[in-house]
């Protein structure tokens, strides 16, 4: 990408203003430009990076995962399960409300919670079967079976906290109200989304007052960031690093996320029957160099399938040896969900296939909404890539998924050993089990050209040098309730 000679030419005029200083505690306002409008800011229908920017500020869950474990939030410690790990208690921390003023108490956790099971519905929240208020500070969660990924599931965006009976007929898409740092005070589609610090905040308060989410193309963004009228610039293409480190008041940061992009290839299907033979699909994955792909996006590398800390630093073997020719005339089915500009990932591994000699590739990229409707499909794709946004702790939520109960299964895998190991980890909530179990589904997975880690997703943002250095949240946005202008 190519910002232009423009953006390195500094105005005399926005220099002397950015020197000029500002206290930490002054309400000043923070401008972020974003590429996106989000679509609905609420927590039971997030879709897209940019809506859970906004979310992150707004809502909270019970629990997060920081530093790779598992800590309160509004919860007053982790759940506690019985023996059988079908009945978990959850205690919940006084004195919270939410930003029109309400408790937060156990009649808004039963709602949050269920809210969510009944209107997704899906096999990824089968496990639990009620949640039901013990009294004002403690929550019972029955499951239908013991549940590994529990933890990973209270800590999703999507079971967020808000106020009991606040989203009937959907009214939080009009005014969203959590526990956050910051309150919403106005926005909507294709308008400015004009958010305010929270002084009742439970937690350390927001340093700047107000916050304005604007939807801007990139280049007038960074223009924009350049002249002053921004401070942030979510998202910013990997190739503009160079040109923006050389202007003296922006900087480029890198947030890391816990998320990771997979190539997923179909151990069955009725378009492609050579699919069945792992040869072609090792011959596939051999087709595609990870580290080349990982320095196109500026991220790292993995050689496991949830990445170093996971299940420890032991590293599975992804050397497939060199693709075969007899394989090169085949036609094959590439769907993806649709990418940003910045990380065009099924058109790099359509390049990267088409580079190895398979000149018959077909890529269909569909919104994210049909993409869950194009895997379960029978004859929509021979091959997929995508990113399992939220890959928590051990990485169970993941495989639950995809291959757990009642789950779509959409690389059709069939192998009875991951069957019994998925069922034993699914259904056990101690770690070392589940680590065994896991650890052997993930060399299963790889060594039978099934499932292959391309890169851990990382996101690129340009500041204002007169923000003081930015912290991240776990999707790699900028957790800004701790900046502030520096003095």
Not at 187 to 210: C, P, Q, S, V, W
Not at 393 to 401: C, N, R, S, T
Not at 443 to 458: N, W
């Amino acid at each position: 990408m190519r910002i232009g000679k423009l953006l390195l030419m500094m105005c005399l005029v926005g220099s002397m203003l950015g020197a000029c200083a500002t206290k930490k505690e002054t309400v000043d306002l923070l401008t972020i430009a974003i590429s996106e409008q989000p679509n609905s800011l609420v927590p039971t229908r997030l879709e897209g990076r940019e809506a859970g920017f906004v979310q992150a500020q707004l809502f909270e869950t019970l629990i997060q995962y920081s530093d790779k474990e598992f800590v309160p939030l509004l919860a007053e410690g982790l759940p506690v399960c019985d023996e059988s790990g079908t009945k978990c208690v959850v205690s919940l921390k006084s004195g919270i409300t939410f930003h029109d003023g309400t408790t937060f108490d156990s009649t808004s956790v039963v709602y949050s919670l269920m809210h969510l099971i009944e209107a997704q519905s899906t096999d990824w929240t089968d496990s639990i079967k009620e949640v039901k208020a013990l009294d004002a500070t403690h929550v019972e969660i029955s499951m239908n079976y013991p549940d590994g990924t529990l933890f990973s599931k209270l800590a999703n965006p999507m079971f967020a906290m808000i106020p009991a009976d606040s989203d009937e007929n959907a009214k939080l898409d009009e005014f969203p109200i959590g526990t956050g740092p910051y309150k919403f005070v106005s926005g909507g589609k294709n308008k400015t989304i004009k958010l305010t610090r929270y002084d009742n905040y439970h937690g350390e308060k927001a340093l700047i007052g107000e916050v304005a989410i604007v939807k801007t193309e990139i280049n007038d963004a960074l223009t924009k960031l350049r002249d002053g009228e921004v401070q942030i610039v979510l998202d910013v293409p990997f190739d503009a690093e160079d040109e923006l480190n050389a202007l003296e008041d922006v900087k480029w940061v890198q947030g890391d996320t816990s998320a990771t992009a997979y190539l997923g290839i179909r151990m069955q299907s009725m378009a492609n029957p050579k699919l069945e033979k792992a040869a072609f699909r090792t011959d596939l994955m051999s087709a595609i160099d990870v580290d080349a792909l990982a320095s196109t996006f500026g991220s790292r590398k993995i050689d496991n399938l949830f990445g170093h800390g996971v299940f420890g630093d032991s590293a599975i073997e992804l050397d497939f040896g060199n693709t075969s020719d007899a394989w090169k005339g085949e036609t094959i089915l590439l769907v993806t969900p649709t990418f940003p500009s910045d990380f065009p990932l099924g058109t790099e591994i359509k390049d990267a296939l088409t580079a190895m000699g398979y000149n018959k590739v077909t890529l269909s990229e569909v919104a994210q909404s049909d993409y869950a409707t194009a895997l379960a499909a029978e004859k929509s794709f021979d091959l997929t890539v995508f990113v399992w946004e939220y890959a928590l702790a051990d990485g169970g939520d993941f495989l639950d998924a995809m291959m757990g109960v009642d789950a779509i299964n959409p690389l059709r895998i069939q192998h009875p050993e991951i069957d019994a190991l998925l069922l034993s980890a699914n259904r056990s909530v101690d770690p070392a089990l589940r680590k065994d179990a896991l650890m052997r589904i993930e060399e299963i997975l790889v060594e039978e050209g099934v499932l292959l880690p391309l890169t851990k997703v990382v996101r690129h943002h340009a500041l204002s040098a007169r923000l003081t250095d930015p912290s991240f949240l776990s999707d790699g946005a900028i957790r800004i309730s701790n900046l502030a202008f520096s003095e």
